[in-house]
């Protein structure tokens, strides 16, 4: 009996082995029917290594802009990613202030440039005025110098004639006195020399007061030169071509010069150079090995990154 059921079991065995056995031939039978192969030549090709990593896309070159000037914007033609050109006008600010400024600057130019031609007219009249009184000075001391002497003359020849008796000590005296008075013409005469030197001097005085008068008149030139120059930085010009990167400014606020402030004045724009773009990336260690100077490579970036963003 037991013989029997052993031999029962093996064949049992064998029938679900051999039934396993056809079924998994049929499947593989199948598999291979519906697989598809592509045939290609076989050639020599590089082999793409992709290296994910975060980084950021950096321009050539990031510009800050400033504005000299302080007061509020009224233009602000320019927006994020708006491209310029070179001298394009970038922001204008009010300029009542510095007009103002230059109109004082004119107002003080033409009131010195006045005066200082009031001080040359003054000399030029001084100056024709003592040359008419040196030669007035000249002539009087000269007939002084000739009467003093004619009277002198004469009253010495009176002396001579009362020696003789031929005149009387009355005339004697009045030919003296005649002569003092004409000693005391000359004196005058000569004084009236002399004085003139203190008239140069004085004219001496009028030449200082004409550099005086031009020290002002170039001084107040350069304050004109000043306040026209602010008012030209009232305007901000692209000092570049490129594109806004970022601006910090709209139009009505009151920014701060950073000449008059000591926290470097406001921001306005960032004018970035795009001619030149950079990745810089952080690339894992276990895939640096892989990179050597001067490999060539394509950059692809997400789409949610742009200037200053990620890469991947």
């Given at each position: 009996?037991?013989?029997r ?22 499947n ?22 992709e ?17 000299k ?116 013409a ?23 007061d ?68 950079f ?34």
């Amino acid at each position: 009996m037991k013989k029997r059921m052993a031999i029962a079991l093996v064949v049992l065995l064998t029938g679900a082995a051999g039934s396993c056995y056809w079924s998994a031939r049929r499947n593989n039978a199948e598999k291979s029917n519906s697989m598809q192969f592509t045939m290609a030549k076989v050639e020599c090709r590089s082999i793409r290594q992709e290296v994910s990593c975060s980084g950021s896309v950096v321009s050539n070159l990031d510009v800050e802009i400033k504005c000299k000037a302080t007061g509020q914007i009224t233009a602000l033609p320019y927006d994020v990613s708006n491209s310029v050109k070179k001298s394009d006008l970038l922001l204008k600010i009010d300029p009542v202030d510095e007009e103002r400024t230059v109109r004082q600057a004119e107002v003080r130019l033409a009131s010195s440039e006045a005066k200082l031609a009031r001080a040359k007219q003054s000399l030029l009249v001084s100056e024709r005025e003592l040359e008419k009184a040196r030669k007035e000075a000249g002539a009087t001391l000269k007939a002084a110098q000739a009467s003093s002497k004619d009277l002198r003359t004469k009253a010495e020849r009176t002396t001579a004639l009362r020696e003789k008796h031929y005149a009387s000590p009355e005339e004697v005296g009045s030919a003296e006195a005649a002569a003092v008075e004409g000693e005391s013409a000359l004196q005058k005469a000569s004084a009236g020399i002399d004085g003139l030197k203190v008239e140069e001097e004085r004219l001496e005085l009028l030449r200082q007061d004409i550099k005086l008068a031009q020290a002002d008149v170039d001084s107040y030139q350069i304050d004109l030169e000043t306040a026209k120059q602010r008012l030209t930085e009232t305007q901000v010009y692209a000092p570049m071509a490129g594109v806004v990167s970022d601006r910090m400014v709209q139009v009505g606020q009151i920014i701060a010069s950073p000449t008059m402030n000591v926290s470097g004045g406001t921001a306005l724009l960032v004018l970035s150079d795009l001619s030149r773009v950079f990745v810089l990336a952080s690339v894992d260690e276990s895939d640096i090995g892989q990179v050597r100077p001067e490999q060539p490579a394509s950059i692809r970036t997400t789409d949610a990154c742009r200037l200053g963003g990620c890469v991947s």
